[in-house]
């Protein structure tokens, strides 16, 4: 019997394979042998670098337009056509016109079409208020890009921490593959006591359990490597996938002293204090005189026929000048002021606090550094010490003189020390691309 092909599941089997393939080609593998290499491929694509220069812009744009507001140029324009309908009357004395005195006359006075184009420009030729926020503009700039420096350093802290756990994580594996395959072996020959009647099944039972608890733990670091690439990728705007080829042994010798004085977070808090500082000088300002340069040229056609008539009256008014205006301080502007002025003495609070707060940091960081290279001595001394008092009592158990439950102690011990000796190698890894990282800015 033939069986017929169902065409809607292949196709949409066949467009499953078309996708899945365009998204494996789409996202390629990248590998990189070094933090710098991945910080380096980080600007090209994520969105922080991005944002920075959309941030750039907007502050050179905000410059401009306090150039511009120096001047604030206005070129108010109108035209209008009116038919006077019905136009007001108004009352003359009639002896002008040859009448008796005493008696008054009923005057229409103006055209009933009057259509007239206006056009005032004006600008500004001395505000202070104005050409202080130039100065604001430029202190914005400098700040923007001390802010897009904080979050570029911010993003390469990230990147670096995650990639230590990568590296952390990688370490243990190969630590946990060879305790693995310890583990197998003292199975094996649990085993083959028992079968020969020397060990007990519970001892069969500890050293299998010990075997799974090794795998599990295995298993444990694949998914949490999984994770932590997951997270590197998205760095990347999960645009590749990466794989890092670096590995933690080759900060086993790392001797360098190191030091850092980066202030990047001192310099922000104080470029918002400069930034407080105009703008309340800007406000202090408002409160002055502005003079400007006004105009005014207009032009009006009348008519009592209609608009634009043949042989109507076209004329026109004009006035140039000079304009001092004063607008009184008020309540809210008042408010304003006082309140900036309380923002600027906290600010100054700040910048003194921030001083202090990053030469803590910086020390810290130092000796952070220092801490994981006693670690890596002081630890490298213990591994050595637990796996020659495993491999004393492997050949013990082997000769039945030591009991299993030791034996599996002292590899746990030996194990736990190795891994101890890959996260303190991990931390100085950290430790020290920290502080680099902290000497770029």
Partial sequence: MIKLVNIHKLKNTLLLIIVSNSTILAQESKAFSSLNEVLEFSKSKNYVFQNAKFQTQLASLTKKTAIGNVFNPKMNTSAQALNNINQQVSFLPAEAFGGVSGSFKEVVIGQQYVSTFNIQPQFDILNLSAIAQIKSAKINEQLVENQNKINEQNLYDKINAVYFNILSFNGQKEILNENLSIAETILKIVYQKYNEGIARKQEVNEAEVNFISIKDKLEQLEMNTKIQYQILDLFFENTIKAELKQTLWSYENQTNTLTTNSNLQTQNID???????????????????????????????????????????????????????????????????????????????????????????????VLEYEKSLLQIINYKKIYELKKDTYEKNFNQFKENILPLDKLLISQNDMLISKINVITVLANVGFNVNKIEINNKF
Avoid: C, D
């Avoid at 918002?272 to 056609?301: A, D, I, R, Y």
């Fill in 271 to 365: 470029l918002q204090k400069q930034l407080t500082q105009q703008e309340h000088k800007s406000l202090l300002f408002q409160n002055l005189p502005v003079l400007s340069f006004v105009s005014s040229f207009n032009w009006q056609n009348l008519s009592n026929t209609n608009f634009f008539a043949s042989g109507s009256n076209w004329q026109n008014f004009n006035y140039i000048g000079l304009k001092l205006g004063w607008e009184l301080p008020t309540v809210q502007r008042l408010s304003n002021t006082k309140s900036k002025q309380i923002q600027l003495e906290t600010l100054k609070n700040n910048v003194e606090h921030s001083i202090k707060e990053t030469n803590n940091s910086n020390e810290q960081m």
